[in-house]
């Protein structure tokens, strides 16, 4: 990320970054659509919303990739090529896991926790994608719309996080653990990217 912010990082790690994306975009809608579903079964209709929201919301970022995708230079034969990194797609593995196991109200408080982190981060990088490296606004846009807060969703989550202290669903200590490994799993993310682009240079 710091490189990226300087300018001094290969431009194939941007390429990387959004190969990576494109394949874990529909991972998390599914995942997300996956716990709404959950959730509306056990009654529970603020978490139901909420993750019914990330979905779209992925949706809509999906939207937004192929402008990003574009100022890559990425064709298609390059996209349906590319291997993945692990640690690239470790994270969505992980929300994976917990669509199936995690209890909604726990999962909700440990991925909003997260979400802040990586909004900064795209925040950061829509910054040095037009300052440094030219991108157009178009390219952007991917970044732009996870760097912007959602009062919308904040209200969400704070519905459901009050329906699983009613409906005494929601265990705190859980919640910490789940977000600590979201957090280790974007770490991750980024440290593969890195790595990858280390190798890819001459």
Same mark, same amino acid.
């Given at each position: 990320?710091?490189?990226?912010?300087?300018?001094?990082?290969?431009? =194939?790690?941007? +390429?990387?970054?959004?190969?990576?994306?494109?394949?874990?975009?529909?991972?998390?809608?599914?995942?997300?659509?996956?716990?709404?579903?959950? !959730?509306? %079964?056990?009654?529970?209709?603020?978490? #139901?919303?909420?993750?019914?929201?990330?979905?779209?919301?992925?949706?809509?970022? !999906?939207?937004?990739? =192929?402008?990003?995708?574009?100022? $890559?230079?990425?064709?298609?034969?390059? #996209?349906?090529?590319?291997?993945?990194?692990?640690? $690239?797609?470790?994270?969505? #593995?992980? +929300?994976?896991?917990?669509?199936?196991?995690?209890?909604?109200?726990?999962?909700?408080? @440990?991925?909003?926790?997260?979400?802040?982190?990586? =909004?900064? /981060? $795209?925040?950061? &990088?829509?910054?040095?994608?037009?300052?440094? /490296?030219?991108?157009?606004?178009?390219? $952007?846009?991917?970044?732009?719309?996870? @760097?912007?807060?959602?009062?919308?969703? =904040?209200?969400?989550?704070?519905?459901? &996080?009050?329906? *699983?202290?009613?409906? %005494?669903?929601?265990?705190?200590?859980?919640?910490?653990?789940? *977000?600590?490994?979201?957090?280790? /799993?974007?770490?991750?993310?980024?440290? !593969?990217? @890195?790595?990858?682009?280390? #190798?890819?240079?001459?």
């Amino acid at each position: 990320m710091p490189l990226v912010a300087d300018g001094t990082a290969d431009r =194939g790690a941007v +390429v990387a970054l959004a190969l990576e994306q494109r394949l874990i975009i529909p991972a998390d809608r599914r995942s997300f659509l996956h716990l709404a579903a959950r !959730s509306a %079964d056990a009654g529970l209709p603020a978490s #139901a919303a909420f993750f019914d929201a990330l979905a779209e919301g992925e949706t809509l970022a !999906s939207d937004r990739l =192929g402008a990003l995708l574009a100022a $890559c230079r990425v064709g298609e034969r390059q #996209a349906r090529e590319y291997v993945p990194a692990a640690g $690239c797609q470790a994270y969505p #593995a992980y +929300v994976a896991w917990l669509a199936f196991n995690g209890e909604p109200a726990d999962v909700v408080l @440990a991925l909003t926790a997260n979400f802040a982190a990586w =909004g900064g /981060y $795209c925040a950061t &990088l829509a910054r040095a994608l037009r300052a440094r /490296y030219g991108f157009p606004d178009a390219a $952007c846009a991917f970044f732009d719309f996870f @760097a912007e807060p959602s009062p919308d969703l =904040g209200r969400n989550a704070l519905a459901a &996080l009050e329906e *699983g202290l009613s409906r %005494d669903t929601l265990t705190p200590r859980t919640a910490l653990r789940q *977000g600590h490994l979201l957090q280790e /799993y974007e770490g991750m993310f980024w440290s !593969s990217l @890195a790595d990858r682009a280390g #190798a890819a240079r001459p």
